[in-house]
């Protein structure tokens, strides 16, 4: 069964039900899903997974978020070239560096070798149903990136 890891900061509680909406759709597919908050996660728990999937809003002036620092500087340390990734996570276009954090969060897991399953997914604010579809369709994406790797 292909084991997949989903790691989610949230301040508003938007990247908190993205991280649902892709957990319940990585269980439709029959994966093994464990869903936890950053600041609660150890990078190197992705090292137990096939997939490892992002969330995570972007704070202040398009940068990380404050407890998401420790995770994304210790995933500089992991080895992910046998794992499929995925990144998605909410912002406001209202600020010039909308979802950054997201892009940050992709060139961290293309810099330590993780192959990537989808293009990110950025949404506005709280997901509504067209952004649920394209988050399920990044999962698709991921969960077919992950079988022809026989992960």
Request: overall charge negative; glycine content about 6%; hydrophobic content about 35%.
């Amino acid at each position: 069964m292909t084991k997949v890891k989903i790691v989610y900061a949230s301040i508003t509680g938007n990247d908190e039900d993205i991280a649902y909406v892709l957990t319940e759709k990585f269980e439709e597919l029959g994966c093994d899903v464990d869903m936890s908050e950053v600041s609660q996660t150890d990078a190197a728990d992705f090292e137990d997974s096939d997939i490892c999937v992002i969330a995570s809003y972007t704070y202040d002036q398009g940068i990380v978020p404050d407890e998401a620092l420790d995770f994304y500087d210790d995933m500089q340390d992991l080895d992910l070239s046998d794992k499929v990734y995925g990144v998605c996570g909410s912002g406001d276009t209202f600020y010039e560096d909308f979802c950054r954090a997201v892009d940050e969060f992709a060139k961290r897991f293309e810099d330590i070798g993780a192959t990537k399953g989808a293009e990110p997914v950025k949404v506005e604010l709280d997901p509504n149903q067209d952004d649920i579809d394209h988050l399920d369709n990044m999962v698709e994406q991921i969960y077919k990136k992950a079988q022809e790797m026989d992960l």
